[in-house]
């Protein structure tokens, strides 16, 4: 049967609200696990870093996605051979590159693809900005050019890079359906026009969070047609801390609770999949 698998992204529990301290990455696993997540999402860049959070996650029986953001190919071998090492349920890669010339992207992608045909997870190419695929019609025409490639969807960037408007217009929501349809993990948090990250539970900002909540249900429908009978989906939720994400108040601190947001979200996508 199909599983929906919901994580939690250890860089979100940086910082948060109301936590006096920094809790301890052991403290951060076990409170996850507590709190009815699969698995957790972390850097996946260093050894010492992955077996450190490898081995948290298996004291805790939870899964991993591991995130990399490689500024050239030369480093995708050495995190692939962690995966296999520390059993990694898939790689997300940021493409931490940008050329500028489509040719060049193509063949980046190309050889990456030959690069991780052998790995015994998968391994997905997130949508992100400041990347490789910084740009939605960018990423269309890749998308074209490589039929084998697989995304990792966070449309949060799309929406604040793009200015994604309300309502939305029928050409982008074409262009979205595009891209979801090749997407088979997500990264969530919801977005606004001009902001990355929307505070969820403001009620003005329960416009885009039925918007996202749309899209993901689009999405999980066609991973649903494209993906086998016992396959598993995953979604992290990602409500990053600042200066890169949150927003603060006049205080320095955090307009809401990251934390009690990630579990709105928890329930959001549970939810989402429950009633596809």
């Given at each position: 049967?199909q ?15 109301n ?8 403290e ?9 997540f699969?698995?957790i ?32 190919l ?13 059993g990694l349920?898939h ?32 391994v ?9 695929t ?12 490589l039929?084998?490639?697989?995304l ?6 799309y929406?604040?890079?793009r200015?994604?408007?309300l309502?939305?217009s029928q050409?982008?929501?074409?262009q979205?359906?595009q891209?979801?349809d090749?997407v ?7 977005a ?11 009620p003005?900002?329960?416009p ?9 249900a ?18 992290v939720?990602?409500l990053?801390?600042?200066?890169y ?5 006049a ?15 928890q ?5 989402i999949?429950?009633?596809?």
């Amino acid at each position: 049967m199909q599983k929906l698998l919901v994580l939690q992204s250890l860089w979100a529990m940086q910082n948060l609200r109301n936590t006096p301290i920094e809790r301890s990455l052991e403290e951060n696993v076990a409170l996850i696990r507590q709190a009815g997540f699969d698995g957790i999402s972390t850097m996946w860049h260093d050894d010492a870093t992955a077996s450190a959070s490898a081995a948290a996650a298996k004291a805790e029986g939870l899964i991993m996605e591991g995130t990399c953001l490689p500024v050239e190919l030369d480093e995708v071998p050495p995190t692939l051979e962690r995966g296999v090492r520390h059993g990694l349920h898939h790689l997300n890669l940021q493409l931490n590159m940008r050329p500028r010339g489509f040719a060049e992207a193509v063949d980046i992608l190309g050889r990456l693809e030959a690069m991780t045909r052998h790995v015994d997870f998968p391994v997905y190419v997130e949508t992100h900005r400041g990347r490789l695929t910084n740009d939605l019609l960018f990423t269309l025409d890749l998308l074209d050019a490589l039929p084998n490639l697989k995304l990792l969807g966070d449309l949060s960037h799309y929406v604040v890079a793009r200015e994604v408007e309300l309502p939305v217009s029928q050409e982008t929501e074409a262009q979205i359906s595009q891209v979801l349809d090749r997407v088979w993990a997500f990264h969530g948090r919801i977005a606004g026009s001009g902001q990355v990250q929307l505070p969820i539970s403001f009620p003005q900002h329960r416009p885009y969070v039925d918007l996202f909540a749309s899209w993901w249900a689009r999405g999980f429908a066609s991973w649903c047609r494209r993906a086998g009978a016992d396959d598993e989906l995953s979604f992290v939720c990602e409500l990053g801390p600042q200066p890169y994400y949150a927003i603060s108040g006049a205080d320095g601190r955090d307009l809401t609770d990251r934390w009690d947001e990630s579990l709105m979200l928890q329930k959001l996508v549970r939810d989402i999949w429950a009633e596809g």
